[in-house]
């Protein structure tokens, strides 16, 4: 019978070998590059490890279908088209077996030593180990503009054992500090929301620039510009909850002077990283749409809150 989550329940055999690795993948943007997504994984179960593939699926029974015949070796948990990323992701984390329990996205490719690099940080004590993005989508040129704007912050990635942020589709997790927040997660609650409260209660968030995954996302201009003002909804919606009506009205009128602050500050963030300079100022005039629609998302997620955005992140 189904569990409180809407989703079955998962049986295991008495006898079967726990995982290694449990890896959340909520499945959200068709087959053809989930399918690329757990070829990667499939070929980073190296040297011994039991890596357990979990996609949590919203895009349909088609898709279904055909990871059942293409992909029989991941566990798949049909949820509804409404569900948000961190909801799967909560999800994700109470099917999984694993002591350690990552998550990607569908769009990440991981390489080879990814599954060990993880797991050798948590064996030396960590208890959350981020890595870095790289792009992979670079056929056009709205691709590499909408990557630098979504990754600008991970250009320059901290290295340590004490960093204020990590990446959401690249981070593992010791199993037993991440159980307490998950809840989190089933409010619609984002990693900088999730891994702020460990870091309050005194886990120590670690940076591994060196564990690399890479980004292989296509879009049109105007799915980006589309999919950057329901992120930005979604979370300044979900911060609103938590505001007075004052600090909703200032938020909302502030956001409108957001775009050049935001639009220099991928400028420096590529400059001092010394990486995509050269596709810098052909972006620049794309990069100043999606800055835009980033602001106007924010506008609206603190005046009206997020409506049906969480639903339709991708």
């Known amino acids: 019978r189904p569990g409180t989550d809407g989703v079955a329940p998962v049986t295991q055999t008495p006898s079967a070998p726990l995982p290694d690795l449990s890896v959340i993948v909520p499945a959200v943007n068709g ?30 029974e088609t898709v279904r279908r055909h990871l059942a015949v293409q992909a029989p070796d991941a566990l798949v948990l049909p949820v509804s088209p409404a569900t948000s990323i961190p ?40 208890d959350v180990v981020g890595g870095s993005i790289h792009n992979e989508a670079t056929t056009t040129l709205v691709d590499r503009a909408a990557f630098l704007c979504e990754y600008s912050h991970l250009l320059m990635p901290a290295a340590g054992t004490a960093v204020h942020s990590l990446p959401g589709n690249n981070v593992v997790y010791r199993r037993a500090c991440a159980d307490p927040y998950v809840t989190l997660l ?85 400059r001092a990283s010394g990486r995509h300079r050269r596709e810098l100022v052909p972006a620049l005039p794309l990069l100043a749409m999606f800055v835009g629609a980033w602001a106007a998302g924010e506008a609206v997620g603190y005046a009206t809150g997020a409506g049906d955005a969480m639903a339709r992140v991708r």
Not at 90 to 100: D, E, L, V, Y
């Open 186 to 270: 089933d409010e619609g609650r984002w990693e900088d929301q999730f891994h702020q409260a460990m870091r309050r209660d005194g886990i120590a968030l670690t940076s591994r620039p060196d564990i690399v995954v890479r980004h292989k996302m296509h879009y049109s201009m105007m799915e980006y510009l589309s999919q950057r003002f329901l992120y930005s909804r979604a979370l300044a919606g979900m911060k609103r909850a938590d505001m007075p009506m004052a600090e909703r009205a200032l938020r909302a009128v502030g956001s409108f002077a957001l775009p050049p602050i935001l639009l220099a500050r991928i400028i420096r963030r590529v």
């Open 87 to 126: 909801r799967m992701r909560a999800i994700g984390f109470r099917h999984a077996r694993a002591a350690a329990v990552a998550v990607i996205e569908d769009h990440v490719l991981v390489p080879a030593d990814w599954a060990h690099k993880l797991l050798a940080s948590l064996h030396s004590g960590a």
């Open 31 to 60: 087959i053809e590059i989930l399918l690329e997504c757990i070829e990667a994984l499939r070929q980073a179960a190296t040297g011994g490890i039991r890596l357990e593939i979990l996609v949590v699926e919203r895009c349909g």
